[in-house]
């Protein structure tokens, strides 16, 4: 047996990092989460907004930013790097140095006076050095931990020992120039690493002008200029003139794809990022016209193609296949784009303004962490993973997510964090968690049927409220509040000493509702809520009003009024406070099993990763067989997928937790997370059988599309890329000879009106089969019909050996298919003529084909649909089971407890689908690994006496959390998926629904608080 | 009536709007003294009536934004 | 016609259909019919359809915490075009289920509106309201009046779009489906010209007549709250007396809360006794639904109501971004 840890040491705190920690913190497993910069966050601050949902970026990291600040289970270091580790997998010594921040974390209450006073200005690397910063400063607005630090590079003191106006200027004495590095030893069972990606430096591209030229810019500083909360705050403006441009050309593929600097390979995101940046431009200003030059669109994920096609129809985006080869500027800053087509013809054109799309390539310092933890690196620098074990470096124990080993975008950062934790855990001791709190609580006061007894208080915040706000006036004012017992003033409310205040006046005054007059309860609510019911008070008698970040903050220059604005929203918090009613937190038990749905690669997976955690699965597959699409594939580029197959069979039949259920259908799934019941209906049998378990995974994959075109089915030779493994596998091929000529059509029945995406594993699946073709047959002609070949990441690689090879590559247009037509129509076996039109030569050109391949999409399963209604989760206009959310909840559903994996979720590839299924089951296991969870305080709840049972709330619920009772014909509130959103609330005509927490009563009582048409007639 | 200054209610959505209120004040972003702001936790909460109701209590605007 | 109908029902109530038929009869007063409750086949003796049977019987099925359809297994309803609509709102909203309920379709050519009657009349006390062709003769203390039938015609039945069931057990005569009514909006239409202060200023007159009775709200078939908001202590959503903002509060929200559920029967137009104009409000509320969500009440059973589905390509124009 090896030896198990209870903890985890994850490098590099960007989104994929944040997701891994999160991971392991739900399933109770301590982690120590290191980082860089000052900082956690990583690439996504940096981002205006996501593709292809243009979410902001910022709004759906920061939730998850301040979770791992919060979570009990994750400790975060900042400016701290992983000096070494030892031992052995399951236990690890790691040795961490946090650099000293000369700030002291406790003190600082990130009012930013200290920067303002700093003599020293430099350039901002988070704002791409579009802005200047101080040498003390906050690495970015919403920063975690949202202290300043102090930069020693740069600091006066600390290089030339004079200055320390900081420490003059800060009021919370927080300043702390004898600060030392420290470091920490720590022992953890298995490292995660997360560390990311750079971007490429364009300064060594001298023809496209950048630096020297001002207008041209990079995606990520273009990226900084759109975002609302940049350095330009949002306005686009050339950076050599501050001119609004007109026209804007993005060129792609700018250190990507380009065997000279050794990036042979694909940065995955750029396309979808330059449309995106394209559109989001265009929205900013309405008369711009972008352009963009590529070579191959590569919009291959999840509902990118539709965006692709939007920022076409919808934004007027011009895209130009060509390659860009030189930029000159004119006298007023324009840009003078020298680009050349694929037939040779060069053209030029003028731009106001450039973006070179920037390639993505391995972190600066990744060679010096991989001596240090001892992992080896890939031919390109990237970490060294394989293809069927993705998650895994070349050092045991120590795995990798995000996109340290390959270019990937955000979704698929997040699916390789939690599938990394699921490689975490055989290192790890796991125990279900109980619901007891350890610390030793206070019992809480009953204060039901009492009077309300408000205390108030009002945090001067240093100077940060109280150098604008008339503090004392504020305290005094809502001493005359009806209900007040107590107020009065505190320094820094959120100290230690002034929260021991809050809970003396507590007992003092026998106070039963607390109002805080501060900063933002976002941040500062839940520290509140925890000092009151240290006091035996119910957390949720408590309120704050935001009289900092939204009042003192925002009016600097208006004190009267300020302060004038203070006094109401102390009144509206109290009159809210008037009316809070205790609220529990309900516990929901949770069954430790799952069952998967369908017997693929991802499900065997997924099931195998619960199984070796210690959770009993159900896995039901629908056939008589194993291994769902995987038994159709034959070749790959490095590995034997068979032998991959065989492997994951191997290893689910021996494991004993695993419950196999073959030919089974599922008839029958009830109940909700942590209390699933589904009803299961072998194939022959009328003897149903009832499963009992905590999650859901759906697994059920995808099918081969059949081809309606390309005359598919007229003649043996016309075949599918599947049915073409086959042949290659037996060696055997139509007219029993080896065929000279072989034809691929991309694209079939994808990219189309009606079926508008990308089915992703074709091109690389075209590449594939055609390299092992020519090996087979060295002098076979093989030409890929193609609309954009999307060989993404290291794909790229095999595409340009190909093209060393001799494979020819024609590009069509959908508006100009090949045309397809049979040799001898009485011939069964009949070869095929293939005309289409070439652009290089101009002209259509003729193919006798020995063998057409038609490279058909991936469709979703019909079936999809009845479980979609069975669990009550959502499919996407394709069909394909729509996820939680496209960018940080990619294998999550919206309904808690079903998760989701593999070619239902959308085409992709063996490795993809290991990633995803390894995420499904470590997602499930955040659930599954506790005895029970706790359901939200903030939810509704059905004043069943109003209610009619009319159903818009059931259907409006996005949570699924709400049903109609049929028998008592009353709307029921689950408890366990409540989200608390109060959108049923806003639909119920009865006024039979309420949110606790947020009730009618109390808002209606926050609304009238204010003497208003009083006040406006003074 | 030529110093007469609306004053706004503005619900904002706890996870977006609210925290963009905050943001800005971060920034230190100035802007007019005339609203005040009820932290709701979601825009779906926002009952119909909540606008009718806040226009009676003397409110001149709503701001709804989530 | 009329002895058609009576047969069907006696038949649907020999045969057990249904255990009670809704329909209407002679009113005490001329130009207005009352409901008539038949249970037994010789009940329906009593039975008229004619101009004056105005009354959306169908809110007999939810009225009273739907104590009619509780007592009894099955319910048959006499129905026009709107009130066949009510029943599938109540389908759709779990207050009925559709095989409980065995639907009555008539061909309906229009009800007469009684206030119209009481113009048409100058206000004198009316004997008598009879129609031929499209004339209606009306008479009456020191009256005798002949008017074309569309003066006196209920604005809902002018122009009504569904005047006849889409969803039925049995219909007497021939059933359309649909109408052209290319002037369906044309009071909106209008309504919509006017500025925001005019159109403020018409609501605000409108509804400060308001004596705060309910009727409109108790006849309608489409409120069916067991209490309804206006009646709520905890919280008190608004205040009850006539107050005006109070009042203009109580028709907005009840305007919202029939949004996309609204059929136009015009039970609340003929109820008003201080005579509001609450159709306006109504069909602004109709016309925005359809153009927004391409959805009207009461059309089809397996349809999803407008205000409780989101659609990603539905218009968002309320949205500044």
Not at chain 1, 312 to 321: A, C, D, L, P
Not at chain 1, 960 to 975: F, H, L, S
Not at chain 2, 50 to 57: A, P, R
Not at chain 3, 290 to 306: C, H, Q, S, V
Request: net charge neutral; charged share 25%.
């Amino acid at each position: 047996m090896s030896l198990k840890s209870r903890s985890v040491m994850v490098v590099g705190a960007g989104i994929a990092g944040i997701q891994a920690a999160l991971d392991l913190a739900e399933m109770g497993i301590k982690v120590h989460l290191v980082e860089e910069s000052p900082s956690i966050g990583g690439r996504m601050p940096q981002l205006d907004k996501t593709f292809p949902t243009n979410d902001c970026s910022m709004c759906i990291l920061a939730p998850k930013m301040s979770e791992s600040v919060r979570h009990p289970n994750i400790k975060i270091y900042t400016t701290s790097i992983v000096d070494s580790v030892s031992g052995v997998p399951g236990n690890f010594k790691a040795v961490i140095t946090e650099k000293a921040k000369y700030v002291n974390q406790e003190k600082c209450v990130s009012c930013g006076l200290c920067e303002e006073k700093c003599p020293v200005k430099i350039d901002d690397e988070f704002d791409m050095k579009l802005r200047k910063r101080g040498a003390i400063s906050r690495y970015f607005l919403q920063s975690i931990p949202s202290e300043y630090t102090i930069d020693r590079r740069s600091c006066l003191y600390l290089n030339k020992g004079v200055c320390r106006i900081c420490e003059k200027v800060c009021p919370a004495g927080a300043i702390d120039f004898d600060d030392k590095d420290k470091q920490y030893e720590i022992n953890v069972g298995a490292v995660i690493l997360s560390s990311g990606i750079d971007t490429f430096n364009p300064i060594h591209f001298g023809n496209f002008g950048y630096k020297r030229y001002p207008n041209v810019v990079t995606s990520l500083e273009f990226e900084r200029m759109l975002s609302a909360s940049g350095p330009l705050g949002g306005h686009v403006i050339r950076p050599g003139d501050h001119k609004e441009p007109k026209s804007l050309a993005f060129i792609q593929c700018v250190g990507s794809r380009d065997e000279n600097i050794n990036h042979n390979y694909c940065s995955s995101a750029c396309c979808m990022f330059a449309i995106k940046e394209a559109i989001i431009a265009k929205e900013h200003i309405k008369d711009l016209q972008p352009s963009i030059f590529y070579m191959d669109i590569r919009a291959f994920g999840k509902d990118f193609d539709k965006y692709y096609e939007k920022s076409k129809s919808k934004y007027g985006v011009e895209y130009i296949k060509s390659k860009v080869s030189d930029i000159s500027q004119d006298d007023e800053g324009n840009l003078i784009l020298k680009y050349v087509f694929e037939n040779g013809e060069i053209q030029y054109k003028k731009f106001d303004m450039v973006v070179l799309s920037i390639g993505l390539q391995p972190r600066n310092n990744i060679t010096e962490l991989a001596e240090k933890l001892n992992f080896n690196l890939n031919e390109f620098g990237f970490c060294r993973s394989d293809a069927n074990t993705p998650l895994n470096t070349t050092s045991e124990g120590i795995y990798v997510c995000g996109a340290m080993n390959a270019p990937k975008d955000i979704p698929e950062s997040v699916t390789t964090s939690s599938g990394a934790v699921a490689e975490t855990l055989k290192f790890l001791r796991l125990e279900r968690q109980d619901l007891t709190d350890k610390k030793g609580a206070v019992p809480e006061m009953d204060v039901s049927g009492d009077r309300p007894r408000i205390g108030a208080f009002v945090c001067h915040c240093g100077i940060n409220i109280a150098g604008v706000v008339d503090v004392k006036a504020v305290a005094e004012h809502a001493g005359t509040q009806p209900n007040v017992e107590f107020s009065g003033n505190l320094i820094y409310a959120c100290s230690q000493d002034c929260m021991n205040t809050i809970k003396e006046k507590i007992k003092e005054h026998n106070l039963n509702r607390i109002v805080v007059a501060a900063c933002t309860p976002r941040t500062h609510e839940p520290l509140f809520r925890e000092t009151i019911s240290e006091a035996g008070l119910n957390p949720y008698l408590f309120e704050m009003a935001n009289i900092r970040d939204q009042c003192s903050w925002a009016h600097m220059n208006e004190p009267e009024l300020a302060t004038a604005k203070s006094k109401d929203l102390i009144s509206m918090g109290i009159a809210k406070a008037r009316e809070l009613k205790p609220l529990k937190r309900l516990p929901i038990p949770i069954d430790p099993r799952a069952m998967v749905i369908g017997g693929g690669l991802a499900g065997m997976t997924a099931a195998i990763s619960l199984a070796e955690a210690g959770h009993e699965v159900y896995l039901v597959e629908k056939e008589n067989e194993l291994g769902g699409n995987l038994r159709n594939i034959f070749f790959n580029f490095e590995d034997d997928p068979q032998e991959l197959l065989a492997d994951t069979i191997d290893k689910l039949r021996k494991n004993r937790l695993i419950h196999i259920h073959m030919s089974t259908e599922i008839q029958k799934i009830d109940g909700y997370v942590g209390n699933f019941k589904s009803t299961l209906l072998k194939k022959g049998s009328d003897q149903p059988v009832i499963v009992e378990h905590g999650a859901v995974i759906i697994a059920t994959g995808a099918d081969e599309h059949e081809s309606k075109e390309y005359l598919y089915g007229e003649s043996s030779r016309i075949i599918s890329q599947v049915e073409l493994e086959r042949m290659m596998k037996d060696k055997k091929f139509p007219g029993g000879r080896k065929p000279q000529n072989v034809v691929m059509i991309q694209c079939v029945g994808s990219r189309e009106e009606g079926k508008m995406y990308c089915s992703r594993i074709c091109c690389t699946k075209a590449v594939k089969n055609a390299g092992v073709l020519k090996k087979m047959l060295p002098n076979a002609n093989i030409y890929i019909v193609y609309r954009d070949v999307r060989t993404y990441g290291f794909r790229e690689k095999y595409y340009s050996e190909l093209r060393g090879k001799g494979a020819m590559f024609v590009h069509y247009t959908p508006d100009n298919k090949p045309e397809v037509a049979l040799v001898n129509d009485m011939d069964p076996d009949t070869q095929v003529n293939v005309t289409v039109f070439d652009p290089i030569v101009n002209r259509n050109i003729e193919i006798k084909a020995d063998l057409l391949v038609l490279s058909t999409a991936v469709d979703a399963k019909k079936e999809n649909l009845d479980l979609a209604k069975m669990l009550k989760v959502s499919l996407n206009t394709d069909g394909m089971f729509l996820e939680a959310h496209a960018k940080l909840r990619p294998v999550d559903f919206a309904t808690d407890g079903v998760f989701l994996a593999g070619l239902a979720h959308g085409p992709k590839d063996c490795s993809e689908s290991i990633t995803q299924a390894k995420a499904a089951a470590s997602r499930a296991m955040t659930f599954l690994n506790k005895k029970a969870v706790l359901a939200e305080g903030t939810i509704c709840e059905v004043n069943e006496s109003r209610c009619t049972a009319c159903g818009y709330c059931e259907q409006i619920c996005a949570y699924n959390a709400i049903e109609i009772n049929k028998e008592k014909e009353v709307a029921k509130v689950n408890d366990a998926l409540c989200k608390g959103c109060g959108a049923c609330v806003a639909s119920c005509r009865c006024g039979a629904l309420d949110l606790r927490g947020f009730t009618n009563e109390q808002m209606f009582s926050a609304f009238e608080s204010l003497d208003i048409i009083n006040v406006m007639n003074e | 009536m030529s110093n007469w200054e609306p004053k706004i209610l503005a619900l904002l959505c706890n996870w977006c709007s609210y925290a963009g209120a905050d943001l800005a004040g971060v920034s230190r972003m100035q802007y007019p003294p005339n609203v005040r702001v009820v932290r709701i936790p979601c825009s779906g909460r926002v009952d119909p009536l909540f606008i009718v109701k806040t226009l009676q209590s003397g409110y001149d605007g709503l701001f709804v934004s989530g | 016609m009329l002895q058609e109908l009576k047969d069907t029902v006696k038949k649907i109530l020999e045969e057990k259909k249904a255990d009670i038929v809704i329909g209407w009869k002679k009113g005490t007063l001329p130009g207005i019919a009352t409901p008539l409750f038949m249970e037994y086949p010789e009940d329906v003796g009593e039975l008229i359809f004619d101009h004056t049977c105005r009354n959306n019987l169908t809110s007999y099925l939810t009225k009273d915490k739907r104590k009619l359809s509780k007592d009894h297994a099955k319910v048959g309803v006499i129905v026009k075009g709107c009130d066949a609509r009510s029943v599938v709102l109540y389908a759709v909203e779990n207050q009925v289920k559709r095989e409980n309920v065995f639907i009555i379709g008539v061909h309906c050519e229009g009800m007469y509106e009684k206030k119209k009657l009481r113009a048409a009349a100058e206000g004198k006390e009316i004997f008598s309201v009879k129609s031929s062709g499209n004339i209606v003769t009306i008479k009456g203390r020191d009256l005798e009046k002949s008017v074309p039938e569309k003066e006196v015609l209920s604005d809902s039945c002018i122009y009504c779009r569904y005047p006849d069931a889409r969803e039925y057990d049995v219909f007497i005569g021939e059933p359309r489906k649909e109408v052209d009514v290319p002037e369906e909006f044309s009071s909106v239409n209008e309504f919509e010209k006017k500025t925001a202060e005019e159109r403020w200023e018409y609501i605000t007159e409108e509804y400060s007549k308001c004596i705060r009775c309910y009727a409109c709200r108790n006849v309608c078939p489409s409120c069916y709250c067991n209490e309804c908001f206006v009646d709520q202590n905890n919280p008190q959503w608004i205040g009850k007396t006539p107050e005006t903002t109070d009042s203009i509060i109580f028709h907005l929200i009840r305007n919202i809360h029939i949004a996309g559920r609204c059929v136009d029967c015009g039970s609340c137009v003929t109820a008003c006794p201080v005579e509001i104009d609450l159709r306006i409000m109504n069909k602004k509320v109709e016309k925005e639904i359809r153009e927004r969500f391409g959805y009207t009440a009461g059309l089809d059973i397996n349809e999803k109501p407008a205000m409780a589905t989101f659609c990603e390509h539905e218009k968002q124009d309320f949205i500044m971004s």
